[in-house]
């Protein structure tokens, strides 16, 4: 098994930036695609961006698509989620999530992810 812990979020203005840190204990990230969603008030949670095992492969949601970028450094057992120009739309709990499913692709549905961090609290300002 694996445990996540998320950090990074906070207060921000709107068009600013955060570094989002998911870091992975117990068996090496490596073994897990990962995934970031969010989830706001009366909203269900989403699909935010996905990575493979290796890391060469990333998805995205359409409404993040050139804003936020994801990253694994296995050395590590961290996975990164920069956020840039955010928006006061971007508001929500984000949690990163954890998945030995065997795939060539980025696993996008909750559904699919077994191991889940703490979540941490976005907040974008108008």
């Known amino acids: 098994q694996v445990q996540l812990v998320d950090s990074g979020g906070g207060l921000v203005q709107a068009g600013g930036s955060l570094r989002l840190s998911c870091a992975a204990s117990?068996?090496?990230?490596?073994?897990?695609?990962m995934g970031w969603f969010r989830q706001a008030p009366g909203k269900e949670r989403e699909f935010v961006a996905g990575?493979?095992?290796?890391?060469?492969?990333?998805d995205y949601a359409d409404s993040v698509k050139g804003r936020f970028t994801i990253s694994r450094d296995n050395a590590k057992n961290t996975v990164y989620l920069q956020m840039n120009s955010l928006k006061p739309e971007d508001t929500a709990v984000y949690y990163c999530?954890?998945?030995?499913?065997?795939?060539?692709?980025?696993?996008?549905?909750?559904?699919?992810?077994?191991?889940w961090g703490q979540g941490t609290q976005v907040t974008v300002s108008s």
């Open positions: 999530a954890a998945s030995s499913t065997f795939t060539a692709g980025v696993i996008t549905s909750t559904e699919r992810y077994p191991y």
């Open positions: 990575i493979t095992r290796s890391g060469r492969n990333t």
């Open positions: 117990g068996r090496t990230s490596s073994s897990y695609a």
